[in-house]
């Protein structure tokens, strides 16, 4: 009896195997087609360029049942996101709501700045979701020890409310001084929100987001957990934004994470990077975009007294023209590609571009060319040592490109710089997290900020000249003399560009 039991008890499992041993190679083809043509129907679907699409169905088909996974993970690159209802969410309500009587008009712009850039008026209205306001005043902040005192400051003095909105937060000694600010924060009083991207979390393990919840504060990731994993199928859209908001009245954003390297007091080789203090009207729309974020996440409505947008110190009409320009794989798919194609287009005399990862698509590289076929200057300064070797080798492999029309690039020495800044005719400026790579203008969520000020441009160009300073001119003719093996890599690693 017993060993009929076991005999029976056996029997399911083996009849599966002899199942599966005789009929994988028909197992194997349903699940590629049920995988695979739902998979290729959304990449003909939703990919707008021709080339992208015909690469991924190629992977589809030629890769069964791991094609589409892979698809999953690394080429779905839209969320699908609802707008918010700020009624409902009660934030009008709380005082949270655009003010007209700082936005700019074209007329204003034609006669202050002529009709190149009305037009970039004309177009930061059309693709982008913020107004060109006037009223806004913009600090720079020129190395981390200087901007992290300026935002631990902020914070030890809030009294309201406080949104912090980042991609990498460390636990080394410049995050744990964060924590200590932010849970002391939490204690007197303030309402806190932390919202850390789930990619950039894992930069330190263990994460800070465990230290941050026994301190109290309120933390939740973007786009995933640290425990169980990424959020599928969009694994491969992060956000990339840093963004402070404290009492409604004063923003912090930039291109800087929270990390010791950026700081000369915890490291012999501080990298560099800029970073701003804002306040004015754009304070209001850098709160919505971080507060989206949060719901998007889980987190809870932020609406009441506590978190009521102050109004802008300054009159309507006084202060720097800007508008802050969010972007990413929702409704704001490409807008900072857009926003950079005009600044290109209208260009008159000089495009000064500088960014650690340089790797733009063939549009980005034919208005630049375009551009300096038209008469006008254009110095592009990258890194002479990057922080992500693959990426460098990327970049390089394209520099050929621009340099046979023209073009000046520049590989800056010293320490690493991660700014992100790009000035056009000493007039528009364009600052803020988004690099000039395929991960910053089509998979990730970035936010940047376009400024219409002279002195502001001045100032951003003494910060690209003084990187220019040591710097060493990339010439066309040493990059084609180089060893063939060493250009073979190169390009090899281009081809992976656009997920680098």
Same mark, same amino acid.
């Given at each position: 009896?017993?060993?009929?039991?076991?005999?029976?008890?056996?029997?399911?499992?083996?009849?599966? $195997?002899?199942?599966?041993?005789?009929?994988?190679?028909?197992?194997?083809?349903?699940?590629?087609?049920?995988?695979?043509?739902? @998979? *290729?129907?959304?990449? /003909?679907? /939703?990919?707008?360029?021709?080339?992208?699409?015909?690469?991924?169905?190629?992977?589809?088909?030629?890769?069964?049942?791991?094609?589409?996974?892979?698809?999953?993970? =690394?080429?779905?690159?839209?969320?699908? +996101?609802?707008? !918010? &209802?700020?009624?409902?969410?009660?934030?009008? %309500?709380?005082?949270?709501?655009?003010?007209?009587?700082?936005?700019?008009?074209?007329?204003?712009? /034609?006669?202050?700045?002529?009709?190149? #850039? @009305? %037009?970039?008026?004309?177009? =930061?209205?059309?693709? =982008?979701?913020?107004?060109?306001?006037?009223?806004?005043?913009?600090?720079?902040?020129?190395?981390?020890?200087?901007?992290?005192?300026?935002?631990?400051? *902020?914070?030890? %003095?809030?009294?309201?409310?406080?949104? !912090?909105?980042?991609?990498?937060?460390?636990?080394?000694?410049?995050?744990? +001084?964060?924590?200590?600010? #932010?849970? *002391?924060?939490?204690? +007197?009083?303030?309402?806190?929100?932390?919202?850390?991207?789930?990619?950039?979390?894992?930069?330190?393990?263990?994460?800070?987001?465990?230290? !941050?919840?026994?301190?109290?504060?309120?933390?939740?990731?973007? &786009?995933?957990?640290?425990?169980?994993?990424?959020?599928?199928?969009?694994?491969?859209?992060?956000?990339?934004?840093?963004?402070?908001?404290?009492?409604?009245?004063?923003?912090?954003?930039? =291109?800087? &994470?929270?990390?010791?390297?950026?700081?000369?007091? $915890?490291?012999? @080789? *501080?990298?560099?990077? /800029?970073h701003f203090r804002l306040t004015g009207p754009v304070v209001s729309d850098l709160f919505r975009i971080a507060y989206e974020d949060w719901r998007f996440s889980g987190g809870d409505e932020l609406s009441g007294e506590v978190w009521q947008i102050a109004p802008p110190p300054d009159a309507p009409d006084s202060g720097m023209l800007a508008r802050v320009v969010p972007s990413g794989p929702d409704k704001s798919l490409e807008t900072n590609h857009r926003m950079l194609m005009g600044a290109l287009s209208v260009a008159k005399h000089h495009i000064r571009i500088m960014s650690p990862y340089f790797l733009p698509d063939r549009e980005l590289i034919s208005a630049i060319v375009t551009a300096a076929r038209r008469g006008v200057e254009i110095d592009i300064i990258v890194p002479s040592s990057n922080n992500l070797k693959l990426v460098d080798l990327a970049m390089t492999a394209q520099f050929d490109q621009m340099l046979k029309h023209g073009c000046r690039i520049w590989r800056a020495s010293g320490a690493f710089n991660h700014s992100k800044l790009t000035v056009v005719d000493d007039a528009w400026s364009y600052v803020g997290s988004s690099n000039i790579d395929p991960r910053s203008l089509r998979l990730n969520f970035e936010v940047d900020i376009e400024v219409i000020d002279p002195d502001f441009a001045e100032l951003i160009g003494a910060r690209i000249d003084a990187a220019l300073e040591g710097s060493e001119q990339v010439k066309l003719e040493e990059l084609r003399a180089r060893p063939f093996v060493q250009r073979l890599v190169e390009r090899i690693t281009w081809l992976g560009s656009p997920y680098l």
């Open positions: 009896m017993r060993l009929w039991l076991e005999e029976r008890e056996g029997w399911p499992a083996r009849i599966m $195997f002899e199942t599966l041993s005789a009929y994988w190679p028909h197992i194997l083809v349903a699940l590629s087609i049920i995988l695979g043509i739902p @998979a *290729a129907i959304h990449a /003909t679907m /939703t990919k707008e360029e021709v080339r992208a699409a015909i690469g991924w169905v190629g992977v589809i088909v030629l890769s069964p049942v791991v094609g589409p996974v892979i698809y999953a993970v =690394g080429g779905v690159n839209r969320i699908r +996101r609802n707008t !918010l &209802n700020l009624s409902r969410e009660g934030l009008i %309500a709380a005082g949270w709501y655009h003010r007209s009587e700082y936005d700019v008009s074209n007329e204003h712009m /034609t006669v202050a700045y002529g009709g190149a #850039l @009305a %037009a970039m008026q004309r177009l =930061g209205d059309t693709v =982008g979701r913020c107004k060109l306001t006037s009223g806004n005043r913009i600090k720079l902040l020129a190395t981390g020890d200087e901007a992290y005192a300026a935002m631990l400051s *902020a914070i030890g %003095a809030a009294e309201r409310s406080i949104l !912090l909105e980042t991609y990498i937060f460390d636990r080394d000694a410049a995050g744990e +001084r964060f924590v200590q600010a #932010l849970s *002391a924060a939490v204690a +007197r009083g303030v309402a806190v929100r932390v919202l850390i991207d789930a990619v950039g979390a894992r930069y330190s393990i263990p994460s800070i987001v465990s230290e !941050l919840k026994r301190a109290g504060v309120p933390v939740d990731v973007f &786009n995933g957990n640290i425990v169980m994993g990424l959020r599928l199928p969009y694994a491969n859209l992060r956000t990339h934004r840093k963004i402070l908001i404290v009492d409604g009245s004063v923003a912090f954003t930039g =291109g800087l &994470n929270i990390r010791a390297g950026f700081c000369t007091e $915890f490291s012999d @080789a *501080a990298a560099l990077d /800029t």
